[in-house]
């Protein structure tokens, strides 16, 4: 076998060359990492500004009324059962006309179980009639009336929410211009998850999106063994805040699409 010389320093050359060249790569993510997270964080906030103008009139709202619970009905047992109490205490005149002592001892029972019985009876018919008949046409009415007060609403907050929605487009369009689409998993597109991903790049834990969504994928795994409870809340507002950039992201198109055709207008 022939042996082919190496030369050293041309070696270490090459070693430094590559590097370089995987250091230069991963500051490239860490950089793109870190608009990606400012963008995002800052859609969200903008979301969070759109939605702290309606609540400014969410006291207009009527709400929908409740179903009558374990309460009401012993209202209505109370009221009924006092009532037929009362009714047959106004009856006691009569006594002394009944001569029997069976008319006497049937009047005694009477009083005595008629009104838990009406009380009973009554207290339930009234529940149900009342959740099953009066309260879907209250809520009819109410919903009605939310729909108009929805519309007023709108209409108030049109100046407040026009401005955002401008600055959502705007945002929208670095997102567009960076060519963030397709970049990261929609599954974990929100600020706090890009935010960790982008800390793993930074520490060099990780050198490429996929390695670190892998240590985001463990350190979730890790959180759920831990304190299952805590990390399924944490989830849930993950999921919130991913499906809230999802929303939005889907309106960038709507945005985009809006100033084609507005820019398409402005030539003809």
Partial sequence: MIGIPIDE?????????NGSHVADDRQALE??????????????????????VYARYRHLYRPLAEPWGKGMWWLWFFLLGTGTFVVLSMSLRVLPELESTSALVTFTVTAMLLPPIVAIV?????????????LPVKND????????TRERIEEMAAPDVTAIDRKIGEVSDAY?????????????LNSADVGRCWNFVRDHRAFSVQQAINLLEEELHRARMENFQAAQLAEHERTRRTVQVGNLINAIGHFQTHRDLRDIHDRM
Avoid: C, W
């Fill in 122 to 134: 009554g207290a339930t018919i009234v529940k149900r009639h009342y959740n099953t008949r009066r």
């Fill in 176 to 188: 567009n211009t960076f060519g963030y689409v397709g970049f990261f998993p929609e599954r974990y």
């Fill in 31 to 52: 950089s793109r990492l870190n608009t990606l997270y400012a963008i995002l964080r800052q859609l969200e906030e903008l979301n969070e500004q759109r939605d702290a």
């Fill in 141 to 148: 009415e109410i919903t009605r009336e939310n729909r108009a």
């Fill in 9 to 17: 320093s041309t070696t270490g050359s090459l070693d430094m060359q």
